[in-house]
């Protein structure tokens, strides 16, 4: 199984970015796709999901300026960044998880300028 995220890079605050999770080994379909991040030298955090039935939930921060949603390709995720703020800065992670299962990628770097 792996968890390939990419579409991270150096974004101006006021920006977007969009972030992309492809999965390779399971089928995509059957788990909860969240989407977590790390902002330097703090906890990883929750910040979107989207479940099996494409039911969706946002961490507040960022209610209103990120969507989760599915892709056109059967085994992708994303995830849509807009109005980025510099607190948005942290590695980005994709999580798929089903009863106890669960898998993690690499993670990819969004840093947002002030």
Known sequence: ???VE???GLV?????LRLSCAASGITFD?????WFRQ?????RELVA???????????ES??????ISRGNAKNTR????????????????????????EFWGRGTQVTVSS
């Open 6 to 8: 990419s579409g991270g």
């Open 30 to 34: 059957d788990y909860v796709i969240g």
């Open 78 to 101: 994303y995830l849509q960044m807009n109005s980025l703020k510099p607190e948005d800065t942290a590695v980005y992670y994709c999580n798929a998880r089903i009863a106890n299962l």
């Open 62 to 67: 960022v209610k209103g300026r990120f969507a």
């Open 1 to 3: 199984v792996q968890l």
């Open 12 to 16: 101006q605050a006021g920006g977007s």
């Open 49 to 59: 999901i989207i479940t099996s039935d494409g039911s969706t939930d946002y961490a």
């Open 39 to 43: 902002p330097p030298g703090k906890q």
